[in-house]
Nanobody, 115 residues
Framework: QVQLVESGGGLVQAGGSLRLSCAASGIIFSRNAMGWYRQAPGKQRELVAAITPGGNTNSADSVKGRFTISRDNAKSTVYLQMNSLKPEDTAIYSC?????????WGQGTQVTVSS
């Protein structure tokens, strides 16, 4: 059974930091491209950052220079370090794993940034 379990969300003041974690099980983690998506109320889900099995990363323009995605294959975990948080970063953040035709999602974790 595939599971992606996010943790690390919460309430933080603008300018603060959070680190999200997504622990995967039931998949060969090292073969999966991993990503973080977010969805704010009334908005479409958007890609925040992604990392390939080889460690190449990309991120949305809105978070460049503030957010960093990384992975630890030994722990089957992907991270999202979020610095200089803004109120507009408030959303539910979800972890995604992708391999071939397979696409997996976590349940999401709430991030709320107060002004």
């Amino acid at each position: 059974q595939v599971q992606l379990v996010e943790s690390g969300g919460g309430l933080v003041q603008a300018g603060g930091s959070l680190r999200l974690s997504c622990a995967a099980s039931g998949i060969i983690f090292s073969r999966n491209a991993m990503g973080w998506y977010r969805q704010a109320p009334g908005k479409q889900r958007e890609l925040v950052a992604a990392i390939t099995p080889g460690g190449n990363t990309n991120s949305a323009d809105s978070v460049k220079g503030r957010f960093t995605i990384s992975r630890d294959n030994a722990k089957s975990t992907v991270y999202l370090q979020m610095n200089s948080l803004k109120p507009e970063d408030t959303a539910i953040y979800s972890c995604n794993g992708r391999f071939s035709v397979y696409n997996y999602w976590g349940q999401g974790t709430q991030v709320t940034v107060s002004s």
